[in-house]
C-alpha cells in the first residue's frame, strides 16, 4: 500500500479534508492519512510515498525530517531544499530574467542585528547605503515588505522617506525590501497544484471575508495571460503547489507574491468552490505523485532554474592547454611530418550507431527546421546545442524517442540516463508537441 501523508499545523480545515478526499477517491493501492513521527533517524526512510507539507515553513525539525525523507524517495511537495533556498527577493530577481515583468524591489539588511553578531559582521556593508539611488530606482509610494515571510505580516505602504525609515526602525531583524507600488485595476490569486491553475479574483482592500469575489467576470484574454504567468513562475521555481497573485496595471501584468507553498486552503476564507477546487486537484495530483513514485529514485520537483544551472555546470570544461615542453630534434622532425600527413575525415559517430528507425528520426527534422529545446525541463542552453549538434534540432524528433534512443542520446551528449527518464523528456516533449497542434 502506497501512503500519502499530510504534515499540518494550526490547520483545521483542508488537511482533514484532504486525507479524506483521497481516501474516499478509493484508488487501489493508495490510502491517506496525518503523517505520524515517533523517531527521525538519519537515511531512514518514512513510510510515506508521497507527503504533502504546510507546515515546514514554521516548524525547522520538519524541514530536517522532509529532507532525510526525500533522500529515501518520499515524493515531498512541495522540494524541501527548494524551498529553503527560495525566498521573495530572489523570485523577483529570477523573474526578471526570465522575462516577467515584477515591480521594481531592493533587498533591506534587517535594522538589528542578527544574534551573536556584531558591528564586525557588517563591515562589508556601506554606511548609509545609497538611499538616494534606491528611492530615485523605486519611487514612492512604495511597499517595504519582509523578503521571506507571509500573512501580511510587517507589510507596509510608505509614502515618503521618513515613513520609510519609521517603518525599517519597526521591523527588528527582518530583512526587507522596498518594492515599487502597483496601482493595479484588477487582481488575481492563483492556486498552482502540479501543473493545474485555478484563477480566483480578488480585491485585497477588502476586508478580509469579502477579499475572493465570487460574481466577477474577467476578459478570457487577460485570463490566458495570467495562467500564462502562473504556469512559467512555477516551472522555473519548482513549485508543485503555490499560489501566484498577480495585479494588473494599465493591462500589464506585474506579479506580486508568489512564494507561498502552504498556502492559505482555508474553507471560509477561500470560499466554498475555491476550497472544492484546491481539494479534488490536490488529492488527484497526490495520487498521481503517489502512482508515478519510482523506488531508489528522488522523488522530488526541480525548477527550470535548478535543472538549467546543474547542466550548465556539470559540462566537462575543456581539458587544460598540453604544457609547452622542450622536445629533442629527431622527435621534433617526427612530429612535424606527421602534421603534414592528410586529417582523416571526422566520421559521424553517433549515427553509425542507430538503426535504421532511428537514423528515421534524426532525419525528421527538416533542413533549416530548429525549436527551442530548452522548453523541455531539463534540457539547457549547452545541453541544447550538444543535441542539435548530433541532429536533433526539433521538440518532435524528441517526442519520437524510445527509451532505447534516449539512451543514445544522452550517452552521445555527455549526459545521464537516468536523469533523463527521470524528467521525462519524452513525455514532455510529447505534450509540447499536442499543445502545439
Ligand atoms: N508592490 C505592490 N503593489 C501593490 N500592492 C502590493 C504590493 N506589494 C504588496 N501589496 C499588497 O499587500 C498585500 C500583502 O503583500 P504580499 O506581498 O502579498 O505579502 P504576504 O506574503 O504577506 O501576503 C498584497 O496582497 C497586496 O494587496
Ligand atoms: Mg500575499
New binding site residues.
Given amino acids: 500500500m502506497k501512503k500519502i501523508g499530510i504534515l499540518y499545523g494550526k490547520e483545521n480545515s483542508f488537511p482533514p479534508a484532504l486525507v479524506e478526499r483521497i481516501n474516499a477517491m478509493n484508488t487501489p493501492g493508495i490510502s491517506a492519512e496525518a503523517v505520524y513521527i515517533s523517531k527521525v533517524i538519519q537515511a531512514d526512510p518514512t513510510d510515506y510515498t508521497v507527503i504533502i507539507d504546510r507546515i515546514s515553513q514554521d516548524v525547522p525539525f520538519y524541514r530536517a525530517y522532509l529532507k532525510n525523507a526525500a533522500l529515501s524517495g518520499t515524493a515531498v511537495i512541495n522540494n524541501p531544499f527548494w524551498w529553503s533556498a527560495d525566498e521573495?527577493f530572489f523570485n523577483n530577481a529570477l523573474s526578471e530574467k526570465i522575462g516577467v515583468q515584477v515591480?521594481k524591489?531592493v533587498l533591506f539588511p534587517s535594522n538589528h542585528r542578527p544574534p551573536d553578531t556584531s558591528e564586525l559582521s557588517f563591515r562589508n556593508l556601506a554606511f548609509p547605503l545609497d538611499y538616494e539611488a534606491i528611492f530615485e530606482y523605486v519611487g514612492f509610494p512604495?511597499?517595504f515588505?519582509?523578503f521571506s515571510?507571509?500573512?501580511?505580516?510587517?507589510?507596509y505602504?510608505v509614502y515618503n522617506r521618513n515613513d520609510f525609515f519609521n517603518a525599517w526602525n519597526e521591523t527588528g531583524e527582518l530583512v526587507m525590501m522596498l518594492?515599487?507600488?502597483?496601482?493595479?485595476e484588477e487582481?488575481f490569486?492563483c492556486y498552482y497544484v502540479g501543473g493545474r491553475v485555478h484563477i480566483m479574483p480578488?480585491e485585497?482592500?477588502n476586508p478580509f471575508h469579502e477579499r475572493y469575489l465570487k460574481d466577477k467576470t474577467t476578459e478570457k484574454s487577460l485570463l490566458k495571460k495570467v495562467e500564462a504567468v502562473v504556469h512559467k513562475l512555477n516551472e522555473h521555481l519548482g513549485y508543485d503547489f503555490n499560489t501566484v497573485?498577480v495585479?494588473v496595471r494599465d493591462g500589464e501584468l506585474?506579479p506580486?507574491?508568489f512564494?507561498?507553498p502552504a498556502p492559505d486552503a482555508d474553507e471560509f476564507s477561500v470560499g466554498k468552490d475555491n476550497f472544492e477546487w484546491i481539494l479534488q486537484n490536490a488529492a488527484e495530483y497526490a495520487i498521481e505523485r503517489a502512482q508515478n513514485h519510482k523506488a531508489g529514485e528522488i522523488n522530488l520537483t526541480w525548477g527550470k532554474f535548478i535543472t538549467g544551472a546543474v547542466n550548465f555546470f556539470q559540462q566537462p570544461t575543456a581539458p587544460p592547454a598540453p604544457k609547452k615542453v622542450k622536445l629533442p630534434v629527431a622527435t621534433k622532425k617526427k612530429q612535424e611530418e606527421k602534421k603534414k600527413e592528410p586529417v582523416k575525415k571526422k566520421e559521424d559517430s553517433f549515427s553509425d550507431h542507430l538503426t535504421a528507425a532511428q537514423k528515421k528520426i534524426i532525419a525528421n527534422a527538416k533542413k533549416g527546421e530548429k525549436d527551442n529545446l530548452k522548453q523541455i525541463n531539463g534540457i539547457g542552453a549547452v545541453l541544447e546545442k550538444k543535441l542539435n549538434e548530433i541532429g536533433i534540432k526539433t521538440i518532435k524528433q524528441v517526442s519520437k524517442f524510445d527509451k532505447a534512443m534516449l539512451n543514445k542520446v544522452v550517452e552521445a551528449i555527455g549526459y545521464s540516463a537516468e536523469r533523463a527518464a527521470n524528467e521525462n523528456w519524452i513525455k514532455q516533449a510529447k505534450e509540447l508537441v499536442k499543445n502545439k497542434k
Fill in positions: 521573495k515591480p524591489t512604495a511597499f515588505k519582509p515571510g507571509g500573512g501580511w505580516k510587517s507589510v505602504k518594492q515599487e507600488n502597483i496601482e493595479f487582481y490569486r480578488y485585497p482592500r497573485e495585479a506585474y506580486i507574491d512564494c507561498n
